[in-house]
């Protein structure tokens, strides 16, 4: 069992950086890739990028690849997603998502979900 626990959100104005923050509970997070997602309103739930369950690889969705960065501290169970030059079209629930060893873009293929925090971006 893995419980998700994301922090980090706010508003923000378009150009700025936010630093998302996932902590995980469990002994077991060094196994788990772990994917952030994100969804607006009306809109389905979309993968933003992903990161392998050691760090060596990560993965990004076209639309954030360049601006932002996913990483993780497993000795402290915590994954980050920094996002920078961000744009009013980032605004979203932010959520984190885990899945055991390989990181997966589909929302089905993820076990453990997060309850998601509020990034909003101004013009």
């Known amino acids: 069992q893995v419980q998700l626990v994301e922090s980090g959100g706010g508003l923000v104005q378009t150009g700025d950086s936010l630093t998302l923050s996932c902590a995980a509970s469990?002994?077991?997070?060094?196994?788990?890739?772990m994917g952030w997602f994100r969804q607006a309103p009306g809109k389905e739930r979309e993968f933003v990028g992903g990161?392998?369950?050691?760090?060596?690889?990560?993965y990004y969705a076209d639309s954030v690849k360049g601006r932002f960065t996913i990483s993780r501290d497993n000795a402290k169970n915590t994954v980050f997603l920094q996002m920078n030059s961000l744009k009013p079209e980032d605004t979203a629930v932010y959520y984190c998502?885990?899945?055991?060893?390989?990181?997966?873009?589909?929302?089905?293929?993820?076990?453990?979900w997060g309850q998601g925090t509020q990034v909003t971006v101004s013009s």
């Open positions: 469990g002994r077991t997070f060094r196994n788990y890739a």
């Open positions: 998502a885990a899945r055991y060893l390989l990181i997966e873009t589909r929302t089905s293929e993820y076990t453990y």
């Open positions: 990161i392998s369950s050691s760090g060596q690889r990560t």
